[in-house]
């Protein structure tokens, strides 16, 4: 279920223009964008636009926004990656008064929100603050195979068949024994690789614990920093032993993306035989145009069980999936027309519009025999065009509705996309998926507990990277007692226990 295609009369007069602090992209001018000339045709509402960068570089700029005390009329900054607000900030700047309550407003000139809170009810739950207020409007942004990209990993088809393996292995025994096969076909090839950025364990932790998300999960009232579970000690065992093996390069705990690509690209073919990615593009160079490109030999590989049975998969589908879609100043000028012009954003012919362009130029409805991403008749498509798009789109820095059916019902080509392939990973993976109240979610922390857990997760996650390439390339043994001491001590010194202790405390109080 998602939004409906609903037209909708100008509720601006157009004797007011309002000010609006958005992000500024290459080749994008929001005052003469195509979208933004839609979104004034369409709702009769003048906005006049400040832009300022995206992460690290746009963030002394909306500091010194913020503390300046002329603030816009409002603020549409986009998702964290692109350095917007946490919602940890939402509720600090809400609390000191900076950022307005929009519940009040929300109820009564949102209908397309109100919509969205009818069929999922968790979600105004999750983006509502300890003290009962909503200090943004959302944007809804689902996304099905993102839901186990961590723990995504690809295999070489035809290094596996090479290796005399007609199917994927179902345990991690026929997992090890296809590592070995590929060796031994083609002494060149790296049987499973990865670079630095991103520890090849998921698949390997799958097959004998739930990780979990971010390395957190519950286990009933209690949150756990996964990498201090005693079965990881035996994920470290496996690990260790493929790398003493030659199975697993150890180049995989050190070598650059760029290295790694140039190893799947070989020209005398892949030396990648498996490797933990979200896309073939992690490993490969990705050509629309050629139907023979390299990255299309490599398939989605299976979760494979493990000593205790079945893998288990965290299947990270958060009941608030989205981005902070639009921030209104408390001393606002003419806060109920922003949340008409916000929900008026929600519906599908503005989100399709501004993530295709205009309608009948850039993208039309689906016709017969045209199949989405799921493989159900195709809700829209786009249109080819020759000439490249400029300025005619927005980033997702605003306000939209990519619901699932939104976002399954685009037409693509199997030749001219990843999308198809990575549905069809969501599902090679979601039959594995941890039960729902097993997963943890970030909660709003106030103020002093955000500056606690920022510090704190960065010292974990160095330690635990330090602590787990040490336990794989044999300079810790995970057989050893005092080595596992050794690496829990170095987690705990680091600030694990502290972390989950604030994590615990904000948990108890949200709504």
Known sequence: MGPKARESEPFGDGSTTLSVITRSVTNFDPTTNLFSKYLEEKTGVKIEYGTVPRGDEGAPKVNAILAGGDLPDALMLGPEWMGGFTKSELYVYGQQGL???LDELIDRLAPELQEVFALNPEFRKAWTAPDGAMYAFPSVNQCYHCMSSDYRTWVHTPSMKEAGFSEQPATLEEFEQMLAAMKEANPDIRPMTGWKDNLPLQLLGAAHLNMGT???????????YTPTDPAMRDVFRVAARLVRDGLLDRNAFTQTSEQ??????????????VCQGVSQGNFADV?????????REFEPLRPFAGPQGDPVIAWDDPPGAGSVGLVIPADSADPETLVRWADFQLGLLSTLSMRLGPQDEFWTWGEDGDLGIDDRP???????QEEEMQNVVWEEHGVFNLALDVRHGEAVDEMTSFEPMLYRAGKLYE???????????SPFFDQDQAAQVGELRTNIDSAYVRGATSMCLGELDPDSDAD??????SLSNAGADQYLEVLTEADANQV
Do not use: C, H
């Open 378 to 384: 195709a809700l829209y498509k786009k249109v080819l």
């Open 214 to 224: 971010n390395q957190l999960r519950r286990d009933g009232d209690t949150i756990v």
């Open 260 to 273: 790694l690509i140039r190893l799947g690209m070989n020209e005398a073919g892949s030396q990648v035989g």
């Open 287 to 295: 050509d629309y145009t050629d139907p023979d490109a390299r990255y």
């Open 99 to 101: 950022f307005m309550a």
């Open 484 to 489: 596992w001491e050794s690496y829990l001590t």
């Open 431 to 441: 039959e594995f998926a941890a039960p729902p109240e097993s997963q943890f979610y």
